[in-house]
Each structure stands twice: as C-alpha cells, then as structure tokens.
C-alpha cells in the first residue's frame, strides 16, 4: 500500500506538510460558509424595522461562562500539542481529554440554553431574530460536536500512533487543534454579534 | 523548536489565555454601559477583533507562518469581504 507522502516533512512546493495545508484550505472553505451566514445576519438586521438587543432576550451569564469555556478549551488544545513536542505524552492525554470534556460542557450549557428557549416557546420560526440565532449557534454547535468526534478518535488511537510515529501524530494533533481554534474563533464573533449587541 | 523555544511559548499561551479572559470580562462589562446602538457594535467588534487576532496569531501560530498559508488566508480574505459588502451593497444602494 502506497503511503500518504509529506505528513512529516514539507512539501517542497508549499513549505509545510500536506495535513497543514489541507486543513488551511478547509478551514478557508469554513470562513466562507460561516461568511454567509454573517453576511446575512447583517442583511437581515439593518433591512428590519426593529431589532431586538440580544442581551434582552438572551441568556448572558450562560454565554458568558461558554465563552470561557471555550476559551480555556483553546489553551488545553495548544498545551497537548506542546506537550507532544517536549515529548510528554501523558500530559498530551491530560490536556487533550480536558479539551473533549471542555468541549462538552460548551454543548450541555447550550443544551439547557435551547431548552429554555423551547420551554417558553421560541423556535427558530418564531420570528427572524430567533431564524438566525438558532442557525448561527446550531451550525456552531455542530461544529463543536464535530470536533469532540475527532478528537475522541484521535485520543483513542494516541497510544499506539505515538509508539508508531511520535512526529506524524503531533502534525495531527496540530491540525486537530487549528480546527478547534477556529471554532472557539467563530465563538468569539458569535458572542458579542448575538448575545450583547 | 527547541525544548527551550517551547517552554517559552507556554509562558505566551498561558498570558494569551488571560487576555482573552480579561477581554471577555469587559466585553460584558461594556455591554451593561448601555452605549448607543453604534458605539457598542464598533466596541464590540473591536474587542473580539483583538480576542480573534491573539488567537489566530499564537494559538493558530500565524504569527510564523509559512507564505503558502498567508496567501490562502489573503485570498479567503478578499473573498470574505466581497461576501459581506456586495449584497449589503445591492440592497442598500439607495440608502448609501
């Protein structure tokens, strides 16, 4: 069976091994995507007679308390790559499952979130405001469990990925960890965007 | 990247995260201000613009980065922009 080549060392064209690169343009793609969805959020904002403040009809605190979930989701994320290159595989398993159960958290805060919406019987069809509030957060939060997919598959296999080839599995955890920044990013434009404004 | 470089760079993640926790704090805080519709929309995208740079360029190490990276990102840009400004453009032409 041929081997993917350049999952360790550069590609000679590009400089940076395929996995990079790869996960680059996908996640070019993925601006583009949640760059629609903005665009109309903008579109549907200024075009509308009245708009409410989402701080109004939001819940806050949760948001808050998922953002900084999140965010300390980001540092445990870049902690286990840099446990990998100092060699330290068993603070790479810690930083790396702390992600996954951070990641988590994110989604049963946004669960108890959605409920309460439901509870009192705001549905995406309710009204525009609550259309893109559920589409934006949704598509995020799909992402999000997207994310705790592969990174559990990638915790599953670490052990005997890092015994077969220690370089190829940090270049993994490394893209696994672009993806999952990127996402706490889109968060961090969503928060303000949705919640306070 | 030496052991040493990557010593240094946790001293850089840990102080990144704490800005992003500090900056999200005032996000908040600004947003019980009650500022006028547009001062609160330019603040708010302007503190996330700063929490999404300190994350782009440590977390996502697009402070080095190779060029090939660079260039996709500019183009992704450009398209990016031309995403957000056309339609408003087009829909509200005659309010410019």
Not at chain 1, 84 to 108: E, M, P, Q, W
Not at chain 1, 133 to 156: A, E, K, M, R
């Amino acid at each position: 069976m041929m081997e993917i080549p350049y999952t360790v060392k550069p590609h000679p064209v590009t400089g940076v091994y395929n996995g990079k690169f790869g996960i680059w343009l996908f996640l070019a793609s993925e601006v583009m995507l949640f760059g629609a969805l903005f665009s109309a959020y903008v579109l549907l904002r200024v075009g509308a007679d009245t708009w409410p403040r989402g701080s109004a009809l939001l819940n806050v605190p949760l948001a808050t308390l998922n953002t900084m979930l999140l965010i300390t989701s980001s540092v445990t994320m870049v902690m286990s790559w840099a446990s990998l290159k100092v060699n330290n595989f068993g603070k790479y398993r810690f930083y790396f499952a702390s992600t996954i159960f951070l990641g988590l958290a994110f989604l049963v805060v946004k669960s108890f979130e959605y409920g309460a919406k439901f509870e009192h019987n705001h549905f995406p069809s309710t009204d525009t405001f609550y259309a893109i509030y559920f589409t934006l957060t949704g598509l995020h939060g799909l992402h999000v469990l997207g994310g705790i997919l592969v990174n559990t598959y990638l915790l599953s296999t670490a052990k005997s990925m890092w015994n077969r080839d220690p370089e190829h599995m940090t270049n993994r955890i490394e893209c696994a960890g672009l993806y999952w920044h990127f996402v706490d990013l889109v968060w961090i434009f969503l928060f303000p965007v949705l919640y306070l404004l | 990247m030496t052991q040493d470089e990557i010593k240094k760079h946790v001293r850089i993640y840990i102080a990144v995260f704490a800005a992003l926790a500090a900056l999200t704090v005032v996000t908040v805080a600004i947003s019980y201000l009650h500022l006028p519709l547009p001062y609160a929309i330019a603040v708010a995208l302007l503190v996330a613009t700063i929490k999404g740079s300190l994350v782009a360029s440590y977390f996502m190490h697009l402070i080095s980065e190779r060029a090939v990276i660079y260039g996709v990102l500019a183009f992704t840009l450009i398209f990016f922009a031309a995403l957000l400004f056309i339609p408003m453009y087009t829909t509200f032409e005659g309010s410019f």
